[in-house]
């Protein structure tokens, strides 16, 4: 390949995104670029009172089918694809009569945003692009000759070139336009086959394609020495991914994956039933209550653990108030992330330079399907997403004594906390609050003994006669393989268990509970979360 600048004398434009359209084809213009356009493009472009020739004007054929069959033709894509000092390429060229085109601007049909509005079936594929990503590739392809731009952020890149180089690009650019170029068709056909993938049912197609949009460069991963960033996929789920940022310092990676934990754990409390607090650390929650208020539910997670809530993360259910900013200023935080927040409560957490506020506009649906993935050495492991909610569980009595109403209460709020606890998990809960959570133990019995322990630890902070965990219910995540460790619970305080059962000594556990008259209720729905 030379290195050497290639000078632009056509360029070929046909985008979906007009943004900026209008403004870079003057630009090209006036650089004595001629332009050659398509549909909507070439009339915008006329409209703005620029010389376009048609591309039906290149092929010779007029569009048909609904727009389908315009740009597949020889004398578009030999124009792209031919090697301009290959002697055989460049006597085909001047055979057939195909131009050149150096410099080929396309943005593809909107297929992501089609899906993202619950468009019907056949207006989603009437949104798959066709011509599009095959003259991006093309054009990518080669890239020694041919300039590619596939959204509009890289106009002034190109524009910056043409002028420094007397209206030529340099290779360098050509190569980073061609990177970008195979990315952008990557992440578009994995969008599609991935919405193929659920409008079949297939939970398991026979390639897998995971693809996004960089969202944002990170200082480092989860340590300094690891490099990091942060991609956007087409799946629109309220979170961290849509929120906007107010305030405070960039997100790390750590904030992220603290902050998404987070707000996929406050979301399980429906807003139109109760304000809700998580407070998370280290990708666990470290306390969540419910309350009459922000401000109360905020107090009383804190209350769980207040050394680990130290440098955390808060997720509130609801928009935040003044009451609300106010009550998190006592402690040091790294991220609040809520559905939204008023004016008075953005100027007072405003007043603390350091704390990134986040507004999401909504709260994700803990029931919505969906895929979650995780890299392996030369793998990557997708399942769907847990969205088992509490709610829809049929719960089965299984001691002799069934759970009072106050008790079935605290063991609802208790699992639905669990979920997204690590595991092994132990949750205690008292008054819809926990006081106690053992989390991502190698045993069960550990997770209840360390949880109880940090009872212990809030009950000394806050000059309280016993743990909260006296009197308390306990949730796991899965069920107890032996009484140990539910027995270990039973010590600590709980008067109440639930878990999902299943267990070959489920009678053995179950009698344990009877003799220390537990009440005792299985899910039969198991949480893991590794």
Known sequence: MTDRPRRVTRALLSVSDKAGLIEFAHALAGLGIELVSTGGTAKAIAAAGLKVSDVSDLTGFPEMMDGRVKTLHPKVHGGLLAIRDHADHAKAMKDHGIAPIDLLVVNLYPFESTVDKDAAYEECIENIDIGGPAMIRAAAKNHDDVAVVVEPQDYQ???????????????????????KAYARTAAYDAAISNWFAVQLETDAPDYRAVGGRLAQTLRYGENPHQTAAFYRTPERRAGVATAR???????????????????????????????????????????????SSLTEAYRRALACDQTSAYGGIIAFNRTIDADAANAV??????????????????????????????????????????????????GLLVQGRDNAVIDDMSL?????????????????????????????????????????????????VDSARIAARKAEDAARDLKLAEPLTKGSVVASDAFFPFADGMLACIKAGATAVIQPGGSMRDEEVIKAADEHGIAMVFTGVRHFRH
């Open 329 to 378: 200023a006592g402690i040091f935080t790294e991220v609040i992330i809520a559905p939204d927040a008023t004016e008075e409560a953005i100027a007072i957490i405003g007043k603390r330079k350091n704390l990134r506020l986040l507004l999401t506009g909504g709260l994700p649906d803990p029931r919505a399907r969906g895929l979650t993935a995780k890299t392996v050495a030369g």
């Open 396 to 444: 089965k009595v299984a001691t002799k004594r069934p759970p009072t109403e106050a008790e079935m209460r605290d063991l609802r709020f208790a699992f639905r906390v669990a979920k997204h606890v690590k595991s092994n998990t132990i949750v205690y809960a008292r008054d819809l609050a926990t006081v106690g959570i053992g989390a991502g133990q190698m045993s069960r």
């Open 245 to 291: 940022q107010l305030q405070g310092k960039e997100l790390s990676y750590n904030n992220i994956n603290d902050t998404d934990a987070a707000y996929e754990c406050v979301a399980e409390f429906d807003a139109a039933r109760t304000a809700a607090c998580v407070i998370i650390k280290h990708a666990n929650p470290c306390g969540v209550a419910e309350g």
């Open 157 to 179: 890149a190109v524009l910056d070139e043409l002028k420094a180089n007397a209206g030529a690009t340099t290779l360098s650019l050509r190569k980073r336009l061609a990177a």
